[in-house]
């Protein structure tokens, strides 16, 4: 007997709802809708308690692309199938990343491949890094947000509110203009090449901030922050920072 699988449709036609649902009833008896949505928004206020196996998501939505609500979720085992227009502009993203999307009008067969191979990487566990993949693509385009592993899942953080990292033994702590800090499983040589060069400089082998937090520069080897806090660099880096400033 085959286990229940959950999954949650969100898309803002009503009529891609009831197709996408004819067909997962038809050739797939054991998946169970949990949730049907047409307001991205007001799915997004309930996915966290639904934490459906399989989510279906519209890409271009009102007020909230598909993309958009991925990054505010915190669903790390949660496979996702994208729901998308032949000309959608991050269709080739999707592809990169190897995540299972469905193009409308939607083929029979193109379906049923999409949702197999969406429960074949349930069983891989594969999920969690291919959407960090998926955030970490489009972040690259844009350089507005960085894609953060933490124990929890997935953070998803505005750059501009990034204030510092610092590597500590191969994990890195981030601290936020909230004054919170959250700490990742990559190690700073990591971050270094996934954030923006324009925005960020490194003062030391084991620190990285935001030129936009920099205060000044005293002659001690320490470079004072808006935040007040206190960062080592090197000295040799010195008329790099004060070029950069």
């Known amino acids: 007997m085959q286990k229940n699988i959950t999954a949650v449709l969100i898309d803002d036609e009503f009529s891609a709802l009831e197709i996408l649902k004819i067909k997962l009833n038809k050739w797939f008896p054991n998946i169970k809708i949990t949730g049907k949505f047409q307001n991205p928004k007001a799915a997004l206020e309930q996915l966290q308690n639904l934490n ?16 958009d ?3 505010e979720l915190n669903l790390p085992d949660t496979e996702i199938i994208f729901v998308t227009a032949h000309n ?7 592809r990169h990343c190897a995540i299972g999307y469905v193009v409308k009008p939607i083929e029979n067969e193109m379906f ?13 566990k594969t999920s969690l890094q291919k959407n960090l993949e998926l955030m970490q693509y489009l972040q690259a385009k844009n350089n507005l947000r960085l894609v953060v592993p933490t124990q929890k899942g997935l ?5 501009e509110e990034i204030v510092r990292l ?5 994990y890195t702590k981030i601290c936020l203009s909230d004054k919170n800090c959250i700490v990742s499983s990559y190690n700073i040589g990591k971050f270094k090449g996934l954030i923006s060069q324009e925005q960020f400089i490194q003062l030391h082998k084991s620190h990285i901030v935001n030129i936009g937090f920099l205060k000044s520069i005293q ?8 935040t007040g806090e206190f960062v080592p660099y090197s000295k040799s880096k010195k008329n790099e920072i004060l070029s950069r400033l």
């Open 52 to 67: 459906p196996e399989l989510l279906f998501i519209d890409i271009t939505m009102p007020h909230m692309s598909g993309f």
């Open 69 to 71: 609500l991925l990054s």
């Open 88 to 94: 959608d502009y991050a269709l080739d993203a999707i």
């Open 112 to 124: 049923k491949e999409a949702v197999q191979n969406a429960l074949s990487n349930l069983q891989k």
């Open 155 to 159: 953070s998803i953080l505005k750059t």
């Open 166 to 170: 610092e590597g500590m033994d191969g």
């Open 219 to 226: 002659n001690d080897g320490y470079a004072e922050l808006k």
